[in-house]
Every structure is written in structure tokens, then in C-alpha cells.
T-cell receptor, first 109, second 115 residues
Framework: RKEVEQDPGPFNVPEGATVAFNCTYS??????FFWYRQDCRKEPKLLMS???SGNEDGRFTAQLNRASQYISLLIRDSKLSDSATYLC??????????FGTGTSLTVIP | DADVTQTPRNRITKTGKRIMLECSQT?????MYWYRQDPGLGLQLIYY???????NKGEISDGYSVSRQAQAKFSLSLESAIPNQTALYFC??????????????FGPGTRLLVL
């Protein structure tokens, strides 16, 4: 069983739409949670960390549900520049990070 | 200049050849990682190092070895390359003292094709 699972999509949404991605993790001892963004053929970059109380950064909102072991990312007012693959990342113990396979988003004009 | 650099950026090699991928960083981070990315599998950890004297195996270390020559340099070797090692390889760094603590900073990647 994979440590982190994501719906690969693709999600194709019009500009201005709201889109949500979910991610589930299998290890209840997971300690830290993140969303990374990866543009085509580029390196992943941190989008935001996910805190227990939920957190927001502009148009992006991340939520964590420890009881159900899932993480979500909500993007409001989608922009063309949001088109990318979004990676869910979990740290279990030590400093090993487990990456989901990513969810592909295309924002259409 | 990029904080995390990888060389080469692209490499084509033949089965059985030994190759080395190099990673250098100017961020002053102690922790360095090597990942591979395959379509549909996401990033998988090969090796990681918390300092020059510390090397640890990740999820998929078989067929790979690493060397931490200095704080700034972490090399990945394929002793005898095989076709299923064809992948995109990323080096990353992190610093637990960083205010964003566990952020991983990735290099631009090395595309490896093993024929």
C-alpha cells in the first residue's frame, strides 16, 4: 500500500473556478504535511505546509483531517498560471518524506 | 545562480556502465537527498544524508550508492546501470533550522536514459 495516495486527475477547470484536491495517507504516525507544486519537467517547489488547524495563503487553503487521514487543497479563483501538478507530501518520522504521485491541473481560458 | 545544482542535466548511457550524478548546493544545508521520479509513481527516496558522516538508505536504494564529499556535495552513483533506472533524478536539501523547517529545496533534475 502506498504511503500517500492522490487522484491523478487530470482536472480541467475554467479560469475563475474553484477546485479541490484530496490526498490520503496510510500511516497514522505521520507528523508533517505539505503541498508542493511541480511544473512540467521542472523541480517540485513548496506551495504550502498544512497545519492541524488548517491554513490559508491567498487563494489557496489547506486542511488536515487526522482522524480520517486526509489532506486537502482548495484553490479559489483559478488562474492560468495555476496549471501544474500538485504533490501531496507527508513526513512520517525522522526526515523521510513520502510523495504522492501528483494531481494534474489545467486551467482553461 | 541556482542554490541547488545538478550535473549533468541529461545523460544517455548503456546498460552496464557506471555513471555518477552530482549535486551541489550553496544553501549551507546539512541535509541532502536523492530522489527518482517515474511517471505514475511520484518521487521515491533513494538515499539521504543528515551531515557529512551520515548516510541513510531510502525506499529504493538497491543498485545505487552515494557519497557525501562535503556539506555542499552529494553524489549518486549507478555502479552498473540498467534500463529500469531510466528516470528523472532530483537532489534536494533541507535545514531543520530554517523558519520553514522542513521545506525541501530541489535541484533542476537530471534526466537519465539507460539503453
Amino acid at each position: 500500500r502506498k504511503e500517500v495516495e492522490q487522484d491523478p486527475g487530470p482536472f480541467n477547470v475554467p479560469e475563475g473556478a474553484t477546485v479541490a484536491f484530496n490526498c490520503t495517507y496510510s500511516n497514522s504516525a505521520s507528523q508533517s504535511f505539505f503541498w508542493y507544486r511541480q511544473d512540467c519537467r521542472k523541480e517540485p517547489k513548496l506551495l504550502m505546509s498544512v497545519y492541524s488547524s488548517g491554513n490559508e495563503d491567498g487563494r489557496f487553503t489547506a486542511q488536515l483531517n487526522r482522524a480520517s487521514q486526509y489532506i486537502s487543497l482548495l484553490i479559489r479563483d483559478s488562474k492560468l498560471s495555476d496549471s501544474a501538478t500538485y504533490l501531496c507530501v507527508v513526513r512520517i518520522t525522522g526526515n523521510q518524506f513520502y510523495f504522492g504521485t501528483g494531481t494534474s491541473l489545467t486551467v482553461i481560458p | 545562480d541556482a542554490d541547488v545544482t545538478q550535473t549533468p542535466r541529461n545523460r544517455i548511457t548503456k546498460t552496464g556502465k557506471r555513471i555518477m550524478l552530482e549535486c551541489s548546493q550553496t544553501k549551507g544545508h546539512d541535509r541532502m537527498y536523492w530522489y527518482r521520479q517515474d511517471p505514475g509513481l511520484g518521487l521515491q527516496l533513494i538515499y539521504y544524508s543528515f551531515d557529512v558522516k551520515d548516510i541513510n538508505k531510502g525506499e529504493i536504494s538497491d543498485g545505487y550508492s552515494v557519497s557525501r564529499q562535503a556539506q555542499a556535495k552529494f553524489s549518486l552513483s549507478l555502479e552498473s546501470a540498467i534500463p529500469n533506472q531510466t528516470a528523472l533524478y532530483f537532489c534536494a536539501t533541507s535545514d531543520p533550522r530554517d523558519p520553514r523547517q522542513e521545506t525541501q529545496y530541489f535541484g533542476p533534475g537530471t534526466r537519465l536514459l539507460v539503453l
